[in-house]
Each structure stands twice: as C-alpha cells, then as structure tokens.
C-alpha cells in the first residue's frame, strides 16, 4: 500500500534554532516528493519539489533532501522564526497522470516559540 | 492575478442541509482538484478537471457529493443531505499542465462545520 510517514508529528524549539523533519514514503514507482507549508486555516503552499534523480534542493532557509534508495527525504529548517510556526506536509506522487496518485502524509506540527 | 480563491471562507449548516462550495482557478490554469482536510490530517484527495471535463473521483466522493466546472473555468462542490462527517476543511487546487510543471496551488479553503 502506498504511504508516505511523517516524524515527527509535531515539534516545539526556540526562535533562531534548527530543525530537521522527517518523511518515508513507500510510493512505488515514484514520481517527485514535494514539501508544503500550510499556516493554520490557510491552503498549502510549496515550498520544494523533488524528482528521484534530484538529492537535495533549497528554497531560502528550507532545504529538503531525497534518498530515493531508503525512500527517505526530509526538511531542514535554518534560523527558525516565529512564522515558521505551521505544519509541513510531504506529498509523493506516482508516475500515470493520475491526481489520485498524489500521496499526502499528515504532517509535522511546527510550534517556534520566542 | 491573486491565486486561487475559495468561497465561502467558512460555512455552518444543520445536518440534512445542503452546501455549494466555489473555487476560482489561476487563471489560465486548465487543471482544478478538490480536496478535503480533516483535523490532524493531510489533504485527501477527492475529484479534479480537466478544462470542463471531471477525469478522476475518489471513492471518498459519496453520492451526496458532486462536483462541476461548467465552463472550464470556477468549480462548484455541492454536499447534499450534509452528514456531522461532512465536517472539515475543503481545498481546491488548480495547475497547469504545460508551463509551470502541473505544480498544484492551493487555495484558502472552506471551512465547513456540520451540527
């Protein structure tokens, strides 16, 4: 069955601290694994997408990183600020064309705090 | 052009009512999708169009539920006989399938809370 894992589910630091989330997926075959953040009461908003050919792509102090060998991919957060404070979803897709085929995992809580 | 936008924001019904969502695309955009979002969860999906054209439904979409882009443009969502459920957040997404990758924008979505 096709899951994407979020870890953890939610998460408390310090304004100005890092943080890594993590994601596993068992989506196969595999088309691209997205990261969005999504404010409270607010739709998604993309922050990264990745093909399984790409490592790792950076979007300002977000930076997500793929193995696609260990189905691993997850989202490093540099200098944490206050609106940072959202949940973050992975999402993979699968190759077929198919909007069904878009995977969402239920999110990280993300909770920085001053 | 501002993205794509959702009314009603929030929405509270009687169960056995029924309730019409709408979304407007980006325009241009000939992808729209409809999702729904419990609390704790991520996005479900739940149907999407192609221009006029609704390609995909999800087992989830009941019965009750019925989608349509008449025009290839907004969409409705109509929810009929609402069930206490029906309760959640319901996002629309459009895209576009030549430039811009068919990367999904979300909209605000409509809140919906069932008594």
């Known amino acids: 069955k096709n899951q994407v894992e979020q870890s953890p589910q939610s998460l408390i630091i310090l304004e100005g601290k890092n943080c890594t989330l993590q994601?596993?997926?068992?989506?196969?075959?595999?088309?691209?694994l997205r990261w969005y953040k999504q404010d409270t009461g607010r739709g998604p908003v993309s922050l990264t997408i990745m093909t399984f050919s790409e490592n790792t792509k950076s979007n300002g102090r977000y930076t997500a990183t793929l193995d696609a060998d260990t189905k691993q991919s997850s989202l490093h957060i540099t200098a944490s600020q206050l609106s940072d404070s959202a949940s973050y979803i992975c999402?993979?897709?699968?190759?077929?064309?198919?909007?069904?085929?878009?995977?969402f995992g239920k999110g990280t809580k993300l909770s920085v705090k001053p | 052009d501002t993205g794509v936008s959702q009314n009603p924001r929030h929405k509270i019904t009687k169960r056995g009512q029924n309730v019409t969502f709408r979304c407007d695309p980006i325009s241009e955009h000939n992808r729209l999708y409809w999702y729904r979002q419990t609390l704790g969860q991520g996005p479900e999906f739940l149907t999407y169009?192609?221009?006029?054209?609704?390609?995909?439904k999800s087992r989830l979409l009941s019965d009750r539920f019925s989608a349509e882009r008449p025009k290839g443009s907004f969409s409705t969502l109509e929810i009929q006989r609402t069930e206490q459920g029906d309760s959640a957040m319901y996002l629309c997404a459009s895209s576009h399938t030549g430039t811009g990758g068919d990367e999904q924008y979300f909209g605000p979505g409509t809140r919906l809370t069932v008594t």
């Open positions: 999402v993979v897709s699968a190759p077929g064309g198919s909007q069904g085929n878009l995977i």
């Open positions: 994601c596993n997926y068992t989506v196969s075959p595999f088309s691209n």
């Open positions: 169009f192609q221009n006029e054209a609704q390609l995909e």
